[in-house]
Each structure stands twice: as structure tokens, then as C-alpha cells.
């Protein structure tokens, strides 16, 4: 029997706990804040940065929106991070990925403050993560373990492969899962033998951005699969990286598209700005 993973349930009970720790800190004061900034209008990036805006007003964070045009130069970018950074009021930065081809995205992660880090990614926390002493978390990866934690599935010991090396997603979840004490094999596109290194996962994460690619001769069976991917096909149908039809009985547990990850790296997030806000004072 398969257990399809519910993360959009999963992340609306998260939710709902945070909005009493919203509350405690108004109470103290302390109006937690995420900015959210989009550059150009990417129309996948603007159904996510809408999905953020609602999340946060349901908790009671308070969002800051900044849309900037496609044409923003790298300095104009740099100089709103560092205004943001110095901006009291605002708690957690996330600029969001991708960005047009003119600014460097390392130039920008470097710049946010790490203390105001919503995503995790800023070298210091990374570094601090691969140290196992982690500060800020990037929220799919966290979200993913934190759905397993839920779910109750032993990470310790596990042979936990996952393709793709993104900085976004599978670098910062191959640190969390080595912390877990899992054995952590990473896959990219220049990995010899993917089937026979995917086979080997007790735990499969696929992280790819490419639609269905990786099929049940891909996956041991009763292994565990996380499917990160969100492809959206010509016909407007949404899809993971992962060929999900034929894995009903085959695989342990399976995580969904849509439904599955993408609702708890929203959570994550919320969970995040709440703790970045707490630790500002
Ligand atoms: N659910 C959620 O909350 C989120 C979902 N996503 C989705 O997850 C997917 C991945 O995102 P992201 O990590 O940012 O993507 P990137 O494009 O940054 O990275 C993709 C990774 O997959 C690898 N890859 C690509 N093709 C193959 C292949 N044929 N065989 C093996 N490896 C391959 C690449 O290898 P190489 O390094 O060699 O190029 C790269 O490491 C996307 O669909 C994205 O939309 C992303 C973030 C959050
Ligand atoms: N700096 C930065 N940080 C990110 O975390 C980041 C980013 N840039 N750029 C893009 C990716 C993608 N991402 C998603 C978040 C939520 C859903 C989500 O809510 N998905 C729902 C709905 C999907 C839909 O209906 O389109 C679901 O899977 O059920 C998806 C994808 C965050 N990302």
C-alpha cells in the first residue's frame, strides 16, 4: 500500500499553530514582518509570491510586496537589500529565484543580512548548516524533513539519494539529511547511471525540473519518494519530476503534485519569518 503524503494539510496545521505565536509577539510588541521581493513578472513566480501573501495574512504577519521591473539593474537591486536590511521593521527578506539574467544571484543572496535570511541561503547559514549548527533553514529542504518527521519515517541510517544540486534545494537537503545521519548520495545531470544510483535509495528525493523524468525502473521498490518538482505541461495539467502514475502499491510513500512539498516550503517560510522576528530582539 502506498501513503500518498498530505503537505498541504500537514502545512495548514503548521499554519494554524503559528498563528498563536504571531499573536504572543504582537502582544510583546513585535509585528512580525517578511518583504518579498519579485523582480519582472514570471507568471509561475507571481502565483507563488500570491500564495506567500495569503499565508502571511492568515497568520498575521505583515508582508511588505515589492515588485520591481524586469529591466532593475543588479545596483538598484543591491541598494533595496541593503535598505531592507537596515529597515527595522522588516524581519525576513526573500528575493525571489529566478532573477533576470543581469543580476547575479549570488551578488543578491550575499547581500541580505543572514539574520534576515527567510530563505536560508546566504553563505553563513549555509556554512553554519553544513556545520550542523544550523541558523536560518532554506524552506523546501525543511519542509521535506519536516514532513517526514510527521509522517514518522526513520532518516537515520537511511540511503537517502536526491537529484539535483540546486542551491535552492538539494545542497541544503543533503546537509539536513547528513545531519539526520543519513547516508546522502547527491545526482545531477552528469551523474553516470542515474537508474542504478536512484535504485539504491531507500529515500529518492528528485529535485530535477524536469517533467516526469525519473519512472518506477528508477526506484527500488517500497522506497520512499519525494517529489520537489513543479512543471506545468502544455496542456496546463501540473506535474513533478517524478512519472507518478504507475507507483500506486509499488512505492511506500509518495508525495504529490500538487499538494506535496510545495505547500510546506510555504509554511516553512511562515515558521521562519516568526523565528527570525522572535530572535530580532
Ligand atoms: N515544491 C517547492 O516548494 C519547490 C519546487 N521547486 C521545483 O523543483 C525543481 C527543481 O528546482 P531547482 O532545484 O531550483 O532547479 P535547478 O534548475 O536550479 O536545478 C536542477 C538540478 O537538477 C539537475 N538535473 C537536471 N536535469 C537532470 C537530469 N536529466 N538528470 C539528473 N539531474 C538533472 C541539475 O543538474 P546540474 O547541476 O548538473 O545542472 C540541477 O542540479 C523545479 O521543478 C522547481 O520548480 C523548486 C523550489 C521549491
Ligand atoms: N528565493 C526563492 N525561494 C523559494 O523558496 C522559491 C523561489 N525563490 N523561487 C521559486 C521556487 C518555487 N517555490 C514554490 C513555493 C510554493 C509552491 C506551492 O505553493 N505549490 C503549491 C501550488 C502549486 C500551483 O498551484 O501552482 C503545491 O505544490 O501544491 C510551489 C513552489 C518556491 N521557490
Known amino acids: 500500500m502506498t501513503v500518498m503524503i498530505d503537505g498541504k494539510k500537514t502545512a495548514s496545521q503548521i499554519q494554524s499553530e503559528l498563528v498563536n505565536k504571531a499573536q504572543a509577539l504582537k502582544k510583546a510588541g513585535l509585528t512580525p514582518c517578511l518583504a518579498v521581493v519579485l523582480v519582472g513578472d514570471d507568471p509561475a513566480s507571481q502565483v507563488y509570491v500570491r ?3 495569503r499565508a502571511a495574512q492568515k497568520i498575521g504577519i505583515k508582508t511588505k510586496d515589492i515588485h520591481l521591473p524586469k529591466e532593475t539593474s543588479q ?6 537589500i541593503t535598505e531592507l536590511n537596515s529597515d527595522p521593521t522588516v524581519h525576513a527578506i526573500l528575493v525571489q529565484m529566478p532573477l533576470p539574467a543581469q543580476i547575479d544571484a549570488e551578488a543578491m543572496i550575499n547581500t541580505i543580512a543572514p539574520e534576515k535570511d527567510a530563505d536560508g541561503l546566504n553563505p553563513t547559514n549555509i556554512g553554519h548548516l553544513f ?9 523546501t529542504p525543511r519542509g521535506i524533513m519536516t514532513l517526514l518527521e510527521k509522517y514518522q519515517i526513520e532518516v537515520a541510517g537511511k540511503e537517502v539519494v536526491i537529484i ?3 542551491n535552492l534545494v538539494g545542497r541544503p537537503l543533503a546537509a539536513l539529511m547528513l545531519n539526520a545521519d543519513a547516508t546522502v548520495t547527491i545526482a545531477h545531470s552528469k551523474t553516470k547511471d542515474l537508474k542504478k544510483i536512484a535504485r ?4 529518492l528525493v528528485v529535485a530535477t525540473g524536469r517533467a516526469e523524468m525519473i519512472t518506477k525502473d528508477h526506484i527500488k521498490e517500497g522506497a520512499v519518494v519525494i517529489d520537489v518538482g513543479i512543471n506545468r505541461l502544455a496542456d496546463g495539467r501540473l506535474v513533478g519530476d517524478v512519472a507518478q502514475g504507475d507507483l500506486d502499491g509499488y512505492v511506500s510513500y509518495l508525495t504529490p503534485v500538487p499538494g506535496g512539498v510545495g505547500p510546506m516550503t510555504i509554511a516553512m517560510l511562515m515558521q521562519q519569518t516568526l523565528e527570525l522576528a522572535e530572535k530580532s530582539r
Open 200 to 203: 539504491q535509495a531507500d529515500i
Open 164 to 166: 539535483g544540486r540546486s
Open 51 to 53: 500564495n506567500k501573501h
Open 131 to 139: 556545520m550542523d549548527d544550523p541558523r536560518a533553514l532554506a524552506c
Open 75 to 80: 545596483a538598484e537591486l543591491l541598494k533595496l
